[in-house]
């Protein structure tokens, strides 16, 4: 699998982003952290939020090289910019940027290319689980944050609205698709409101 260095910037610049803005995020305000408290939380955003982002959009890359395709991945350093600012008032929308393919797709094609991603986030997910229930200390809030990110991830991308992935999913396949979003709908809403990290 081949990177070009544009494609390579845009990855390191996404993963740092998306780790800031979830730092602040779960930081409790300005006024009531402390430096090293803030440096956890950022090491802690950059494992958990960094690694499901970016096996996400790798997992994209690799079906779609499968299938003969160039790809690439492309931050959107305005939509980068907005995650933080939203993040600074407790408000988190992240839309980093897209996996990018040329070449003539299939609907199928184009659907396991979309599915790839969010069914990696499900996987990691279960990767974190252990950690998140039998963990404790630091190992306890890597797997509590691993966890909820992925199922988060899974769910939001699900979502069959726009250039989400669930929409090209749907588009190929009504019954995969509804394989996917419902559990994972399900559970990245236990996942937020249920677990309590958020």
């Keep these: 699998m081949r990177f070009s260095t544009r494609e390579l910037l845009d990855l390191g610049a996404a993963w740092v982003a998306l780790s800031v803005a979830f730092s602040l995020l779960l930081l409790p305000g300005f006024s009531?952290?402390?430096?090293?408290?803030?440096?956890?939380?950022f090491g802690?955003?950059?494992?958990?939020?960094?690694v499901a982002f970016l096996l996400h959009e790798l997992a994209h890359k690799v079906v779609a090289m499968r299938f003969g395709k160039i790809a690439e991945f492309r931050a959107d350093y305005g939509m980068l910019f907005v995650a933080i600012m939203g993040a600074?008032?407790?408000?988190?929308?992240a839309a980093p940027g897209a996996v990018?393919?040329?070449?003539?797709?299939?609907?199928?094609?184009?659907?396991?290319?979309?599915?790839?991603g969010p069914v990696t986030n499900l996987v990691l997910a279960a990767i974190f689980a252990p950690l998140a229930f039998f963990g404790s200390g630091f190992l306890?809030?890597?797997?509590?944050l691993g966890l909820t990110i992925n199922l988060f991830l899974a769910a939001f991308n699900m979502i069959p609205f726009g250039p989400l992935d669930g929409n090209t999913v749907k588009e190929w396949s009504l019954p995969v698709f509804v394989a996917v979003f419902v559990p994972s709908l399900a559970l990245g809403l236990w996942a937020l409101f249920g677990f309590g990290l958020f």
């Design 32 to 41: 009531g952290f402390s430096v090293p408290q803030a440096i956890q939380t």
């Design 44 to 50: 802690l955003s950059f494992l958990t939020v960094g």
């Design 88 to 93: 600074l008032i407790g408000f988190l929308f």
């Design 100 to 116: 990018y393919h040329q070449g003539r797709s299939t609907l199928r094609q184009n659907g396991l290319i979309a599915l790839a």
């Design 140 to 144: 306890a809030s890597i797997g509590g």
